[in-house]
C-alpha cells in the first residue's frame, strides 16, 4: 500500500455531457488492494468506488491529469509513467469514464539512451487543443480523424537537456497575454519561466518538431523571469 497521493485534479464538464450545467469530476490515482487504480468521482459523491476506476499496469504511477473537449466527445487524460498517455472518453449514457489500454503516445521505457526520465509532468488545454510536457518535450494532441501518417500527438518543443535528477519541463499553464491564449513552462533545474505565444490551430504534422532550444512551430517563445537572477539579487 502507498498514501501518497501524487495527482489530483478536478474538471468542470462540459454542459453537453449529459448532466447539464455545474457539475465537475474528481481524479485521481491510487493503489487499493495492491492495484494501481484511476479513481474518479463526480460532485455530491461521498466516497470513491471501484466500479469509478480504473486498474493500471504493476509499477504504474501518474503524476498529471488534463482534461480537454472535442467534437462533442469529453475527455480526461492520464500521464501514466512508463505507460504513456492514456485516454478516458466520458460517457454521457454511464455518467463515467471508459478507459482506452492502448496509449495514445508511448514514452520511451525506462533506461532508454539518452532518456532521463519520462515523467508526464503536466497538461494544459489552451487554443482549442490539449498540450501536455514529458521531460523536456512539449507535445500537442491533434484532434479529429487524422490522415495516414499524422501522429495522434506531435512535439512542437524541445528544452536543452536537464540535469541527471531533474525531469524537465514542470508547471505547463494557459493564460491569456494581450487578448490571446498562451502558454506558460518553466525548466526544472535552473527554473526559468518561458512564454509561448501564437499558439497553432487545426492539425500539425510532422514537421512541426523544432530545434532544440529554438522556437518552435509558429510559436513564438518569451523568457517571462529567472528566478535564480531573482534570488541573488
Known amino acids: 500500500q502507498s498514501l501518497r497521493v501524487q495527482a489530483l485534479d ?4 462540459p454542459n ?20 494501481s487504480r484511476i479513481q474518479w468521482l463526480l460532485d455530491g459523491a461521498n466516497s470513491f468506488s471501484l466500479g469509478n476506476s480504473y486498474v493500471l499496469p504493476a509499477g504504474a504511477d501518474i503524476r498529471a491529469f488534463g482534461a480537454h473537449e472535442s467534437g462533442g466527445v469529453w475527455s480526461v487524460y492520464a500521464g501514466v509513467r512508463p505507460t504513456g498517455i492514456l485516454q478516458g472518453v466520458w460517457s454521457p449514457a454511464r455518467h463515467t469514464l471508459v478507459f482506452n ?16 526520465t519520462q515523467k508526464v509532468t503536466g497538461f494544459a488545454d489552451c487554443a482549442g487543443a490539449l498540450y501536455s510536457t514529458i521531460n523536456t518535450t512539449l507535445y500537442r494532441r491533434n484532434d479529429g480523424v487524422l490522415p495516414s501518417g499524422i ?4 512535439s512542437v518543443y524541445r528544452a536543452p ?7 524537465g519541463l514542470r508547471g505547463i499553464t494557459c493564460l491569456t497575454h ?5 502558454l506558460l513552462i518553466s525548466t526544472e533545474g ?18 512541426a518538431r523544432p ?12 523568457l517571462e523571469f529567472q528566478p535564480i537572477t531573482a534570488i541573488r539579487q
Open 101 to 116: 489500454p492502448e496509449p495514445e503516445l508511448t514514452v520511451a521505457p525506462p533506461g532508454s539512451p539518452g532518456a532521463v
Open 190 to 207: 535552473n527554473g526559468n519561466v518561458y512564454r509561448f505565444d501564437h499558439l497553432p490551430r487545426g492539425q500539425l504534422d510532422t514537421t
Open 211 to 222: 530545434n532544440p532550444g529554438l522556437v518552435a512551430d509558429g510559436l513564438v517563445q518569451t
Open 10 to 13: 478536478s474538471f468542470p464538464i
Open 16 to 35: 453537453d455531457q449529459g448532466l447539464g450545467p455545474g457539475h465537475s469530476l474528481l481524479v485521481t490515482q491510487a493503489i487499493i488492494g495492491g492495484q
Open 151 to 154: 501522429p495522434r500527438w506531435v
Open 161 to 167: 537537456p536537464v540535469g541527471p535528477h531533474n525531469s
Open 178 to 182: 494581450k487578448g490571446s491564449p498562451s
